[in-house]
């Protein structure tokens, strides 16, 4: 534990935006399960929404820099091509 008053706030601001950062990234994992569950069933109309919210959240996620941009160009390409595939 920090004893320096400094040193504990900067600990206590670390914590929060360790869990901010948590719920962006949760959000767009959980929006890419959607989408991914939504092929697998099948349902491709569902899909088609699901994955315009998915690419949304994962950029969203690229520009608070809780991943980084390729990664998530990598991502959205993905399911891209799940989505094109499925469509075929």
Not at 4 to 15: N, V
Not at 30 to 58: H, M, P, Q, R
């Given at each position: ?37 939504a092929i697998e069933s ?47």
């Amino acid at each position: 534990m920090p004893n320096i008053k400094s040193a504990i706030k900067r600990t206590k601001i670390i914590e929060k935006k360790t869990m901010q950062n948590n719920m962006v990234k949760s959000a767009y994992k959980t929006a890419v399960k959607k989408f991914e569950t939504a092929i697998e069933s099948g349902n491709i109309n569902e899909a088609e929404t699901l994955f315009v919210e998915a690419t949304k959240k994962i950029d969203q996620a690229s520009s608070k820099g809780v991943i980084v941009k390729n990664t998530a160009a990598r991502k959205k390409s993905n399911l891209a091509k799940k989505l094109n595939a499925a469509k075929a």
